[in-house]
């Protein structure tokens, strides 16, 4: 380490490198109620898929369309969530906010 | 273009991602969809926009590198999250123009490395694609991977400036922020979409039984191709369903009267007819994002990795190779989601087990940056800081520190007390990007570890010999710390400290402390003893292998050796930092010792030589360039130029200098502005060169001091300019009074070189006064001073005032024979030595397409903020933009600019 590498040698990477298949975190129990979501989708996902979106339920309807629901911790997650459903090819139906409900 | 050895060479850029992917075996020609992007009149922009699995890349690759197109050429980018970094990004778009066209973007990336702002970085990318001479085609792939709000501001920025032969092609999983509705109605847009990559019932017909063999009956394919709606990946799941069943028909029904989602019905479909050990297999390697064999078998704990993948391949279960030797490979992402979901659901706690022999593996195969990462997704952050703090010494010593510090930023906090050479470790990485704040509680950590009597405990210590190193290394960083804020003495004091500490045998520690030493020294002047410390410093920082701090330290040495007048020592100096290089790649500091050889050759008037080594850093390429490189070498050039009798190149060079000007911690003894106000008197612009001295503020008698020596020089030069009699009283005796103070001063101060210079303007300036003898009498002295060391232009610079000076001085003695020899340097016409490569601008008569944008908006009665606001550039870049309008021009402001514009028909 030399003085020519005290100064900014260039831009410091702020950007952080997503490492995807991370197992996903357990979803936070004690919530301020506001965040719960759901999202509905096209096409049944199985109730096994729960462990890939972070430990919300998935519950598949009669009509052809599945409900992913549960508490999501803030808007970038939402964002993530809503990100890996595009990245599969998974058509959105429809985006709910649900006040807050006795866990 | 660098090496890999692990010598200072700078991170090579990934080749694989400027190449569109191979293309893979059984997939479709799609005739309808490449006919229409290969319509002749390509837009501005092209947007293939659809998710994952509609076949966007294969299109791309199709369409615009695996046919032939007439007169158009194209470059590829395939983007990953890395690039959101602004450097990153461009740095690679101007590698794959490069590819094209090989000077494209250089300017560019040397405003990149300088921190410019990033619009006056596309503007100059814009410039250089203005003169690019056929049709070119830029492809962007996965575009949706950038999520900077900046860099999709400089993308819409690039859009809107096109120039007409070149166009812009994006792949992405959404719709880009970009003005998309204005290109639309514009017709300036063409997009493809989801709805039109879906495979046709006749295209799937074809994939079916054509390209998969499958032999379907057309209502199958119908079938099918309503269920999928034509999407791809869909497809390719299905195809592979049916390969080998007795009962395609069958298989559709039910897969048509089901609801599941499609890819996830499929994959199960395929992953339940597979023997159980391989469908094991299939979703324990889902964790890795590239595999091959031996990484397989560690994973999985089995054996035959190579063979099963060969197997997998051949029956085309979504692998795609990564190589020509099919021995890397990776999943269609669409198949290890659906895995990854399944053993995570089936088994969540032997997906971090899965990841620690990954780890270990790649620390085995000698690749820490993937055994960090595994560790990390493992969530085993104590086996991960071990690999950093192992893999740290030669992040540094590669300059690698960016991806250092990432890695460090993601470990929890609560690691590094007890890891004194983990923490020094991110000590380095924070200073390296100027972020000191946390720094002196780390540093404190750290001591606390190297107190003989606090311990009982003892540290987690991995890498031995850093930490034993430790002590010297903490003194380093602290003169680092002392230097920044400016305490000279305290930065000597811990630098000497160090220079105590460190073993002898400790190289890097020795050259560190030394050069901190050497350069808190010139900055007070001492360049004696600051020469003696950068010599021990190279010596030390040679044997510790890190290459471009040794040219770094050349740098300062040479500097120090060129103001003492030793010119023949800065050129071995120089010269002695090539050959090192020479012996390691193309090194950063490379390009730096060629403009340092540039410079003192130009001083000895010996222009072909320095053009050749100015030509010879040029061909470097901006990689092998320190942070002062781009204006030095653009101060070089206008040296050259002016030389040649070319005034305006070289006021257009020093102008540029300006914009990029830094000094990387080294003193600011020669401020490009000072330069120019020099080169600003040689054109005769006095107006000017009187702006600058009101602007530095400095005055004739000010307390002199080696850090505005030049500067005071420069102010004497314009003193002698300025008319004399009138309110300003004799200019010309300030200046001669300043000028005997500046003599004496760099006497004492050993600046031999300064002297000879302070020689020169003071026999101008007794000439000027009258005073023939006294006149002559410095001269003689200057030209004694400068015969041993071959200073030429000092004198030929002036010889229209100089010459008859000069010639009175040829009657005597060694002084007259030095006078005999400058006079006819100076005589002889000086040889156009050509333009250097990287000088593709447009003549000086012309302006630029920048310079006419803005010229168009002097027009109209906006004001300079708001113009710049309108062509979203800064206001800095507006003013230099303005600045060069007016000198091309011949003008001296913006009426008068317009009025001129207009009667040239501009």
Redesign the interface.
């Given at each position: 380490m030399t003085t020519h590498q005290v100064s900014s040698y260039g831009p410091s990477v702020t950007t952080e490198n997503p490492t995807p298949n991370t197992a996903p975190e357990p979803p936070v129990a004690d919530h301020d109620p506001g965040s719960q979501y759901e999202i509905r989708v096209a096409g049944h996902l199985a109730p096994r898929w729960s462990a890939w979106f972070d430990g919300l339920t998935v519950a598949a309807g009669h009509d052809g369309t599945t409900v992913i629901r549960g508490p999501v911790a803030d808007q970038a997650a939402l964002h993530g969530l809503i990100q890996k459903l595009r990245d599969m090819g998974i058509t959105l139906i429809a985006l709910t906010q649900i006040p807050g409900e006795p866990t | 273009m660098s090496a890999g050895d692990g010598s200072d060479a700078t991170p090579p850029l990934l080749e694989t991602k400027l190449h569109a992917p191979r293309r893979r075996r059984e997939l479709v020609e799609r005739p309808r969809l490449t006919a229409r992007l290969a319509e002749q009149r390509l837009p501005s922009l092209t947007l293939v926009s659809a998710?994952?699995?509609f076949g966007k890349t294969t299109l791309l690759a199709d369409a615009f590198t695996s046919t032939e197109r007439e007169g158009v050429q194209t470059a590829w980018l395939s983007l990953d999250?890395?690039d959101?970094?602004?450097?990153v990004f461009w740095s690679y778009v101007v590698a794959a123009l490069q590819k094209l066209e090989p000077d494209t973007g250089n300017r560019a990336l040397s405003l990149l490395?300088a921190?410019q702002p990033l619009e006056s970085v596309v503007a100059s990318l814009l410039n250089d694609l203005g003169d690019l001479p056929g049709e070119t085609v830029l492809v962007l792939d996965d575009y949706h991977v950038i999520?900077?709000a900046e860099l999709h501001e400089t993308m819409t920025f690039l859009v809107e400036h096109l120039p007409p032969q070149v166009h812009l092609v994006l792949g992405s999983?959404?719709d880009p922020p970009l003005p998309l509705a204005r290109l639309r109605a514009r017709g300036d847009l063409l997009e493809v979409r989801a709805a039109d990559l879906r495979f046709t019932a006749d295209e799937a017909a074809a994939y079916f039984n054509d390209a998969m063999g499958l032999h379907l009956k057309a209502n199958d394919v119908d079938a099918l191709e309503a269920r999928t709606e034509g999407?791809i990946?869909?497809l390719q799941l299905a195809a592979l369903s049916m390969q080998g069943r007795d009962d395609p028909s069958g298989f559709i029904a039910g897969f048509a009267g089901?609801?599941?989602?499609?890819?996830?019905y499929l994959a199960e479909e395929v992953l339940e007819r597979q023997p159980g050990e391989l469908r094991t297999f299939l979703l324990e390697t889902?964790?890795?994002?590239r595999f091959t064999g031996p990484l397989c078998d560690a994973v999985t704990g089995g054996r035959g990795g190579k063979a099963t993948l060969e197997r997998l391949d051949r029956a085309n279960m979504f692998l795609v190779a990564l190589d020509d030797r099919r021995l890397w490979y990776r999943y269609h992402?669409?198949f290890a989601?659906v895995l990854?979901?399944?053993l995570?659901?089936?088994q969540?706690e032997r997906?971090?087990e899965l990841h620690r022999r990954a780890s270990a593996w790649y620390e085995a195969a000698g690749d820490p940056p993937e055994a960090i990462?595994h560790a990390?997704?493992g969530?085993d952050v104590e086996r991960a800081a071990e690999l950093i703090e192992l893999a740290a010494r030669f992040m540094?010593q590669t300059?690698q520190?960016?991806?250092a510090?990432?890695w460090l930023m993601?470990l929890p906090d609560e690691l590094f007390p007890a890891r004194p050479v983990l923490s020094i470790a991110m000590v380095?990485a924070l200073?390296?990007?100027?972020?000191i704040a946390g720094v002196e509680t780390l540093l404190q950590g750290i001591e606390r570890w190297l107190d003989p009597v606090a311990n009982a405990a003892t540290p987690i210590v991995f890498d031995h010999r850093e930490f034993a190193s430790l002590p010297a290394?903490v003194e380093?960083?602290r003169a680092?710390l002392a230097?920044?804020a400016g305490d000279i003495q305290a930065t000597i004091d811990h630098a000497s400290r160090a220079l105590e500490l460190a073993e002898p045998s400790d190289h890097?520690r020795q050259?560190?402390a030394a050069?901190?030493v050497g350069?808190a020294q010139w900055t007070t002047g001492d360049l004696e003893s600051a020469s003696r410390r950068y010599t021990e410093?190279i010596a030390s920082?040679t044997a510790a292998g890190?290459i471009?701090?040794v040219l770094?330290?050349s740098i300062a040495l040479a500097d120090i050796q060129i103001t003492q007048g030793r010119l023949g020592e800065a050129m071995r100096t120089y010269q002695a930092g090539l050959d090192l290089a020479a012996a390691h790649g193309v090194v950063r500091g490379t390009a730096d010792m060629h403009v340092g050889l540039t410079e003192v050759l130009l001083e000895r008037n010996e222009l072909g030589a320095a053009m050749q080594h100015l030509d010879g850093s040029t061909q470097l390429g901006e990689q092998a360039g320190?942070?002062q490189h781009p204006y030095r070498w653009r101060v070089a050039l206008a040296g050259i130029r002016q030389a040649e009798g070319d005034l305006a190149a070289a006021l257009d060079l020093l102008s540029e200098a300006e914009g990029v000007y830094n000094t990387?911690?080294s003193p600011p003894v020669r401020p490009v502005v000072a330069v120019k106000a020099r080169a600003l008197l040689a054109a005769g612009d006095l107006a000017a060169a009187r702006r600058w001295v009101t602007e530095c503020g400095l005055g004739p008698d000010d307390d002199l001091s080696y850090r505005h020596e030049y500067e005071h020089i420069s102010l004497a030069r314009v003193l002698m300019a300025m008319p004399n009699g009138g309110p300003e009283g004799r200019p010309v005796d300030d200046a001669i009074r300043l000028l005997t103070r500046l003599l004496a001063a760099a006497d004492q101060g050993q600046r031999a070189g300064s002297a000879i210079e302070i020689l020169i303007v003071l026999a101008l300036a007794h000439q000027a006064r009258g005073n023939v003898e006294a006149a002559e009498a410095a001269l003689e002295q200057a030209l004694a001073r400068a015969e041993p060391e071959g200073y030429i232009r000092l004198f030929a610079d002036e010889m229209q005032t100089l010459s008859p000076l000069l010639r009175a001085t040829s009657t005597n003695g060694v002084a007259g024979d030095y006078a005999q020899l400058v006079l006819a340097a100076a005589s002889v016409a000086p040889v156009e030595t050509g333009h250097p490569i990287r000088e593709a601008r447009p003549g000086i008569d012309e302006l630029s397409e920048r310079e006419l944008d803005v010229l168009r908006l002097l027009r109209s009665d906006l004001s300079g903020p708001e113009i710049a606001r309108e062509l979203l550039i800064s206001l800095n870049t507006m003013r230099t933009h303005t600045k060069n309008i007016y000198m091309k021009l011949g003008v001296n402001n913006r009426r008068e600019a317009v009025t001129r514009a207009a009667a040239l028909g501009l």
């Open positions: - | 998710p994952a699995g999250a890395g959101n970094d602004p450097t490395r921190s999520e900077s999983r959404a999407w990946a869909a089901d609801d599941r989602f499609v890819v996830d889902s964790i890795l994002d992402h669409l989601d990854r979901a399944r995570w659901d089936g969540p997906v971090d990462a990390m997704a969530h540094f300059r520190e960016a991806t510090r990432r993601a380095g200073m390296v990007s100027g972020e290394q380093v960083y680092a230097l920044i890097l050259g560190s050069a901190l350069l410093s920082l890190h471009s701090d770094g330290c320190l942070p990387d911690m």
